[in-house]
């Protein structure tokens, strides 16, 4: 098995690469010659779609879209990732994210965003922010980009339940 996570950050080059190996499950490295593989591997590309992929490598690929957890699952995930976070808060943060992935985003954050909110928000609250007040402090952590940070702002009371 062969995993190549978020592919579409590697660079043309390297998809190039990429197509010779999944043409005949071989690579050719200058130094060394030609490796083959001894066993057609099953091949795993993630992608974030940050950029297109070149048509070829794509005619290669079957596509599974992976939908974001419910809710429950998830809570389960941020409580693992942000020890001691109590469940009504982590509640109210997924609560929070779903209702900021349901607005017009340029870039709709992933489960490592949210992960990485939910750390974020219980440091600052650790350091006597109110709940509401530390969400809407480090939601550069969940939201990237500048114009979806301001969609989040003009939608805060809704999104951190001011």
Not at 34 to 40: C, E, K, N, P, V
Request: hydrophobic content about 45%.
């Amino acid at each position: 098995m062969l995993l190549i996570d978020e592919i579409d950050r590697a660079d043309s080059e390297f998809e190039a690469f990429l197509l010779e190996f999944l043409s005949d499950f071989q690579i050719t490295i200058p130094e060394l010659g030609t490796i083959r593989a001894a066993s057609a591997p099953f091949v795993v590309l993630t992608s974030n779609r940050t950029r297109e992929l070149h048509d070829a490598l794509k005619r290669r690929c079957l596509y599974h879209w992976i939908p974001f957890p419910d809710a429950e699952r998830e809570q389960a995930i941020i409580q693992a990732q942000a020890p001691g976070l109590d469940e009504r808060s982590a509640a109210r943060l997924v609560a929070a994210v779903h209702r900021i992935r349901g607005l017009a985003l340029l870039k709709r954050p992933g489960i490592a965003e949210s992960a990485s909110w939910a750390r974020g928000v219980q440091a600052l609250a650790g350091e006597g922010s109110s709940w509401p007040e530390a969400m809407r402090r480090s939601a550069g952590l969940l939201v990237k980009h500048e114009e979806d940070l301001a969609l989040v702002s003009r939608h805060a009371a809704e999104v951190f339940g001011d």
